[in-house]
T-cell receptor, first 114, second 113 residues
Framework: KTQVEQSPQSLVVRQGENCVLQCNYSVTPDNHLRWFKQDTGKGLVSLTVLVDQKDKTSNGRYSATLDKDAKHSTLHITATLLDDTATYICVVGDRGSALGRLHFGAGTQLIVIP | EAAVTQSPRNKVAVTGGKVTLSCNQTNNHNNMYWYRQDTGHGLRLIHYSYGAGSTEKGDIPDGYKASRPSQENFSLILELATPSQTSVYFC????????????FGKGTRLTVV
């Protein structure tokens, strides 16, 4: 059973608009949650990591929230650019140690059009 | 800057042939991982390693072997490649820290015909 569910599967927005990506998970324990950006044919690049029970982070136009009670995270992208076109992947780490495992969502494909 | 380098970036192999995917990291990380990515699936863990000389089975190890001859290098070996192993393979390295930082290579696209 998939332990990390992302929605929507795909999303099309116009340049300059804002968007919100969702991540729900059932991983236990949930040590941390990380959002990655994957450009087509490229590797994964970390955008942000959330650690606390109720956490918020901000990294330029990207901001994220985590609620471990609800096992839910959001990634907000403001004023989208064409270069934001990519797949965004939610990853939950079940431990913070070398024994920790990463649980990957299937990703949300974001397409930004002019 | 953290770096994980995979080679080759693209590979076409014949069914039954042997394939070796290589990964090199300059981050001095203890942990290294091999994943495969298929459409509609999240990345799935094939093998991982805690350090030189160690290899551990991940979630989908069947048909794959791994080798960690040094801190820097981690290889994924397909002794008898099959078309079902056609995929994009990612190597990653990580450190034992609270947030388990991890860095990914750019991927290897393997096609088995």
């Amino acid at each position: 059973k998939t332990q990390v569910e992302q929605s929507p599967q795909s999303l099309v927005v116009r340049q300059g608009e804002n968007c919100v990506l969702q991540c729900n998970y059932s991983v236990t324990p949930d040590n941390h949650l990380r959002w990655f950006k994957q450009d087509t044919g490229k590797g994964l690049v970390s955008l942000t990591v959330l650690v606390d029970q109720k956490d918020k982070t901000s990294n330029g136009r990207y901001s994220a929230t985590l609620d471990k009670d609800a096992k839910h995270s959001t990634l907000h992208i403001t004023a989208t650019l064409l270069d934001d076109t990519a797949t965004y992947i939610c990853v939950v780490g079940d431990r913070g140690s070398a024994l920790g495992r990463l649980h990957f969502g299937a990703g949300t494909q974001l397409i930004v059009i002019p | 800057e953290a770096a994980v380098t995979q080679s080759p970036r693209n590979k076409v192999a014949v069914t039954g042939g042997k394939v070796t995917l290589s990964c090199n990291q300059t981050n001095n990380h203890n942990n290294m991982y091999w994943y495969r990515q298929d459409t509609g699936h999240g990345l799935r863990l094939i093998h991982y390693s805690y350090g030189a000389g160690s290899t551990e089975k991940g979630d989908i190890p069947d048909g794959y072997k791994a080798s960690r001859p040094s801190q820097e290098n981690f290889s994924l070996i397909l002794e008898l490649a099959t078309p079902s192993q056609t995929s994009v393979y990612f190597c990653a390295s990580g450190e034992r820290s609270k947030n388990t930082e991890v860095f990914f290579g750019k991927g290897t696209r393997l096609t088995v015909v």
